[in-house]
């Protein structure tokens, strides 16, 4: 079990992380570049630093960052040459974009210190004053190698997130997560707010308003988020999210040529092709518990071995040994 983190950035995702932490006995340190929660984070225990060298000498067996991605570039500069005094620090980060991260991690020369990672957990507010320790709930977090990464790494943070979090983990290569988060999380933030652009610019928008319930809701939650947070993510995944954005858009024009010529075998076909996700929700809420299983990691193509059990439906849950995992089978869509 990882003994102190090291935290970069306590606004919604940062801060609801440690106080997660600390809730569950790790010892937490943070830097934040403004001073502002310092106060009511040191009350919640996290050791709130005024710089990140202060940080580094606090020897954190992980450090992550949750910076906005836009000051990346500038904190890997900065923390170069204090992780160079600091080589058992593994660096990962919350990045919803892993192949950017990556990227610019290698460009400032700390690939070697590197792990990829990001929670699927947020909701559209920000700042510390949202951050929430149940945030983090049953999450599910994809963890990111490539065929340079060390598994001493990789289990640092592997075991941070499955026993300091108390979450579940997948493995993923940068390209496979990139795609998938574009799928359900980048192109999904832009549907929603076409849709509340659509309801904005309607001359009848305030009744709209008025009548709008539970679908609504649901659908256009996400568009609530800051909008230049939704941006910056958005175009940071811009290649992925254009080509779904594409395919949507095709599909949405299907939808309505098929409307306006009144083709009512398409219609149907357009509206039952997704009983495979149907089926694969309900079958989630009906099970009472999903099994378990150990699984033996090996030192040669250990990153092959977890990414064919994240395909699988797989995700760990805990570890034995370091080199011995439980994953949880959960229903797939088939």
Known sequence: MVGTVGIVGLGLIGGSLARRLVSRGVTVVAWNHRPHPYDEAEADGIRCKSALAELMNAHPDVLILCNPLKAMPAILRELRPLLADHPDTTLTDVGSVKGMVREQVVAAGLGAWYVGAHPMAGNELSGWRAADPHLYDDALWAVTVDETTAYRRFFAVASLIVEGVGNRIIVLDDETHDKAAAMISHM???????????????????????????????????????????????????????????????????????????????????????????????????????????????????????????????????????????????????
């Open 188 to 334: 999904p933030h832009v549907v929603s707010t076409a849709l509340i652009n659509e309801l904005t610019s309607n001359p009848d928008r305030n009744v709209a308003a008025a009548l709008a319930a539970g679908s609504w809701r649901d659908m256009t939650r996400v568009a609530l988020t800051d909008p230049d947070r939704t941006r910056a993510m958005v175009e940071e995944d811009a290649l992925n999210v254009e080509v779904l954005l594409r395919h949507m858009a095709a599909r949405l024009n299907a939808v309505a040529d098929q409307l306006h010529t009144g083709n009512q075998v398409a219609l149907s076909e357009f509206f039952a092709a997704g009983d495979p996700f149907r089926r694969y929700k309900a079958s989630m809420k009906s099970a009472d518990e999903f099994t378990k299983q150990e699984l033996e990691i090996p030192e040669a193509g250990w990153q092959q071995t977890l990414l064919f059990s994240a395909r699988r439906g797989e995700a760990i849950v805990g570890f034995i040994n370091p080199r011995q995992a439980v994953v949880q089978q959960r229903p797939a869509v088939q």
